[in-house]
């Protein structure tokens, strides 16, 4: 069974930093662009950052200079570094992939998510 599990989250001060994990586990063929979202109450579920196969990255406006996401293709492992916390990151952050689970299947999959709480 194909799973992504997120780790990492908690809660920490405003201004201050925590770093997220997600592996994915499986019968996986390969893990191409993989990425994280973001969702607060009563909001909709938003893109933080993404990172292709190769290294390329994409921010939000909002987290830019704040956040990095990196990945370990070795590990099938995706991680963000989040700095400079603010109470409004406050959400559940979901780990997002699009896994091959053979040569000619793709298919995006969501983790659980992780709850990130930043005090003020």
């Known amino acids: 069974q194909v799973q992504l599990v997120e780790s990492g989250g908690g809660l920490v001060q405003a201004g201050g930093s925590l770093r997220l994990s997600c592996a994915a586990s499986?019968?996986?063929?390969?893990?191409?662009?993989m990425g994280w979202y973001r969702q607060a109450p009563g909001k909709q579920r938003e893109l933080v950052a993404g990172i292709t196969r190769g290294g390329s990255t994409n921010y939000a406006d909002f987290v830019k200079g704040r956040f990095t996401i990196s990945r370990d293709n070795a590990r099938n492992t995706v991680y963000l570094l989040m700095n400079s916390l603010k109470p409004e990151d406050t959400a559940v952050y979901y780990c997002?992939?699009?896994?091959?689970?053979?040569?000619?299947?793709?298919?995006?999959?969501w983790g659980r998510g992780t709850q990130v709480t930043v005090s003020s």
């Open positions: 997002n992939a699009d896994l091959s689970i053979n040569y000619s299947t793709t298919r995006n999959y």
């Open positions: 499986g019968s996986i063929f390969s893990v191409n662009y």
